[in-house]
């Protein structure tokens, strides 16, 4: 199953941007655009973001705990 990469500090901006965008989409302030929304929303709350996976990269805070075994 995949790993979370999105930490928690990314995870709340994504959801408060997602949630700006549908709330200007819906209001008719900015255009179409405004529903991809949906999907920086989605990213905050499942906590998983492709393009991080793809690069190697994350913002989940590293894990220091010697007893769990690394993948």
Known sequence: MF??????????????AGLALIILAAAGTIGPWGWLGFIVMATGAVGIWMPYKLFGF????????AETPAE
């Open 3 to 16: 790993r979370s990469n999105v930490g928690g500090i990314d995870r709340i901006l994504r959801i408060v």
């Open 58 to 65: 994350s913002t989940c805070a590293i894990n220091t705990n």
